[in-house]
């Protein structure tokens, strides 16, 4: 007598997530370095720069799924590029990390559509905490 042989359901294949791209733009040596170091670790991939110049130049030839900006001062010179971050993709999370805490600078960043905003110095968990919330880790 024959046994029947009961189907095998196809079954996918289980991929790992995407890689997860950060832009991250700092002015503080310091703080850049450690900011990437905490992210890379996590899986993230992280791009990083020194100025709003070459910040802007990499969100126009890149695709990134966070954009972190560091405020620096209470004038907030990075304002535009925040605006260009949102401009690019209004989907797109844009944190803005600080310094100076100003109410002023809060609002601004708000307004402009930053997504969250932060204040230095802050512990390296209430950064991946933030990011997590926006982008889940690898």
Request: aromatic share 6%.
């Amino acid at each position: 007598m024959a046994s029947a042989v009961a189907p095998v359901p196809f079954a996918r294949p289980t991929l790992p997530p995407p890689v997860r791209s950060v832009l991250l733009v700092d002015e503080s040596p310091q703080d850049l370095l450690a900011d990437a170091d905490i992210l890379n670790r996590q899986g993230y991939q992280v791009r990083t720069c020194k100025s709003v110049r070459e910040g802007e130049c990499r969100l126009k030839s890149g695709s990134f799924d966070l954009v972190i900006v560091s405020q620096g001062t209470r004038s907030f010179e990075w304002r535009s590029l925040v605006e260009g971050a949102i401009g690019i993709n209004c989907r797109r999370p844009v944190l803005v990390v600080t310094d100076c805490v100003d109410m002023r600078c809060y609002l601004d960043a708000m307004w402009l559509g930053a997504t969250d905003y932060l204040e230095k110095p802050r512990s390296p968990e209430q950064l991946l905490k933030t990011v997590r919330m926006f982008l889940p880790a690898r």
